[in-house]
């Protein structure tokens, strides 16, 4: 069992950042930021895929260039680091952690869930 707490979501203006954290019990194999936007689908956002001894990062192309995954394993806690803010960004985001494989964007893959924090972006 994996549990998850996610912090950091808050109201900014666009253009802004926010850092969102995740406090994992312990990591998968794969860990993940998720969003959904109200009336939307639950999206993935970006992911840390870890095996045969390499680490990689993926990211939704419509957040490229603009968040950052990250993890610090001594801390036990999963960042994605968001910048130029847009107002196509306001949703829930969650983090999550899967075991199993398939497509990093496939909510099916993961196993555990946070609660969710909330993100809302401003003109």
């Keep these: 069992q994996v549990q998850l707490v996610e912090s950091g979501g808050g109201s900014v203006q ?10 994992a019990s312990g990591f998968t194999n794969c860990m993940g930021w998720f969003r959904q936007a109200p009336g939307k689908e639950r999206e993935g956002v970006a992911a840390i895929i870890s095996g045969g001894g390499s680490t990689y990062t993926v990211y939704a192309d419509s957040v490229k260039g603009r968040f950052t ?43 555990y869930w946070g609660q969710g924090t909330q993100v809302t972006v401003s003109s």
């Excluded at 666009?14 to 406090?23: H, I, K, P, Q």
């Design 69 to 111: 995954i990250s993890q610090d394993s001594a801390k036990a806690t999963l960042y994605l680091q968001m910048n130029s803010l847009a107002l196509e960004d306001t949703a829930i985001y969650y983090c999550a952690a899967g075991h199993g494989g398939g497509l990093w964007t496939e909510t099916a893959r993961y196993n």
């Design 14 to 23: 666009a253009g802004g950042s926010l850092r969102l954290s995740c406090a």
